[in-house]
């Protein structure tokens, strides 16, 4: 007997052990390709690469942009004489004397001012910190390795909660990278953009929110993260609305004779405190914006103009039926077809493993979440009706990934008078919860968490050596 304890005590021993290896040596070669390819001067992104480094810009000088600014003169420099752009040249030379915000592809504008200071201000900080111990070639990139560490901030925060989650050997390892895991993710991490901030909101949101409903102890940390997140962008907040879902149809449930199992007990007020730290934000930003407007947003946006409601219509039912994943893939990081058969291997892997990361995903949050809805659905009155909270956070997740489209559209088109898709790197913020709740969903089935353990670790470790 003493003989089987010790075994069984030594197995789960050695696969955290090679958890943590394999965790430090994916995690290290991220973080220095992350790094490389921000130091590298390649071409400012066509995903509004120019619009951030134009309020970069402006924040070093002590300015930030309004509606209606023009685009800055480092900018078009950059996009004229500098490191260009992939979507194209500026339409007049380096050298001559007309070029001007007139000579940008993009127009003359920067709607860089939607944005909220935070991490541009943040970014100076970190500008600081390089020019006082380095030279740095190129200001550009300085900021390309702010989002880069920004990026790693991530990783780092998604390894943490996956352990305090009580995530070990495959698990942990799921759990720290498939948040991560596409190019489409770690593509923030090599250029400038707010969104290099998104898993790292995510994580901290996540974390803390699952934690409140499973102790039913910490809401003020979901608040205090869901601040966080609210005061770098507006999208980083979408993974508090899926606790904020939790809330209403628990506390909708319980007045149906619904009991929570556990001791989380959600409160009207819980709800109005997230909701107001994510609309509080929106409304007074939105105000300073038209105080400081210079011209109309029909002006700014006549290239995406509302055409009539039928389209918007029709366009919110389309956001309905796409999965807007965050495990989609960019061509944006340059990877190449030299070097090793290995990373050879490892690099025509990027493209494809995504695909398989949503499918795996959505396909068991799906199989949960119906079955959470027919559990409610078939329980009779007689019968004990006790609710879950984890069964009822992964279907409001789900809910809240396939719905906050269709909502956004409508409001876009409701408050800024423009109708355009929405894109897939909104929802980077969902994805550390989404990958959480599937790998406790599967907690009992060790050969899912093996293969999304997998898939995550060989995306990651693609995509990391392709930008070495």
Avoid at 206 to 220: H, Q
Avoid at 295 to 323: H, K, P, Q
Avoid at 355 to 381: D, G, H, Q
Wanted: with cysteine.
């Amino acid at each position: 007997m003493r003989r089987t304890t010790s075994h069984a005590r030594t197995r789960p021993d050695r696969g955290s052990r090679r958890a943590t290896v394999l965790l430090a040596l994916v995690l290290g070669a991220l973080a220095i390709g992350l790094f490389v390819r921000a130091g590298e001067g390649m071409p400012m992104s066509a995903i509004d690469e120019h619009v951030h480094l134009d309020t970069h810009v402006r924040v070093h000088d002590g300015e930030y942009p309004h509606r209606g600014s023009l685009m800055t003169m480092d900018l078009v420099r950059e996009w004229a004489c500098g490191v260009g752009h992939e979507a194209g040249a500026a339409m007049a030379p380096c050298d001559h004397p007309d070029l001007g915000p007139v000579s940008l592809p993009s127009g003359v504008h920067t709607t860089g001012y939607i944005h909220y200071p935070t991490y541009f201000v943040v970014g100076e900080a970190y500008r600081a910190v390089e020019e006082s111990v380095a030279d740095p070639d190129s200001w550009v990139d300085t900021y390309r390795r702010y989002a880069a560490l920004v990026t790693v901030a991530g990783l780092l925060a998604c390894l943490a909660a996956a352990w305090a989650l009580g995530l070990r050997g495959a698990g942990l390892v799921a759990g720290t990278l498939l948040p991560s895991a596409s190019a489409g993710i770690l593509l923030y991490g090599t250029i400038a953009n707010p969104q290099a901030a998104a898993v790292l909101a995510g994580a901290l949101i996540g974390w803390a929110g699952i934690r409140w409903m499973r102790t039913g102890r910490g809401f003020w940390w979901l608040a205090a993260a869901t601040v966080l997140a609210s005061a770098v962008a507006v999208t980083h907040t979408l993974p508090a609305g899926a606790f904020m879902l939790a809330i209403i149809v628990a506390l909708l449930l319980q007045r149906a004779g619904w009991s929570v199992a556990g001791d989380w007990r959600p409160r009207w007020w819980q709800l109005g405190v997230l909701t107001l730290v994510v609309v509080a934000p929106v409304l007074a930003y939105g105000r300073w914006i038209s105080s400081r407007a210079t011209i109309s947003n029909a002006e700014l946006y006549s290239f995406v103009a509302l055409d009539s409601w039928r389209t918007v219509a029709s366009g919110a039912l389309e956001e309905l039926f796409s999965i807007h994943s965050p495990w989609y893939v960019t061509g944006s990081l340059g990877i190449g077809e030299d070097g090793l058969l290995v990373q050879r291997f490892l690099r025509a892997s990027v493209n494809g493993l995504p695909l398989w990361v949503t499918i795996a995903v959505f396909a068991v949050l799906a199989v949960a979440s119906v079955r959470v809805v027919k559990r409610v659905a078939a329980t009779r009155a007689e019968e004990p009706r006790v609710l879950q909270p984890m069964q009822l956070l992964t279907a409001c997740t789900l809910a809240g990934v396939l719905v906050y489209p269709v909502l956004l559209r409508t409001s876009n088109a409701l408050n800024v008078g423009f109708d355009f898709p929405v894109v897939a790197r909104y929802s980077i913020g969902f994805a550390p919860l989404l990958a959480w709740l599937v790998l406790v969903a599967v907690q009992d089935r060790p050969l899912l968490t093996r293969g999304l353990a997998v898939l995550a670790t060989a995306t990651c470790l693609g995509l990391g050596l392709a930008t070495w």
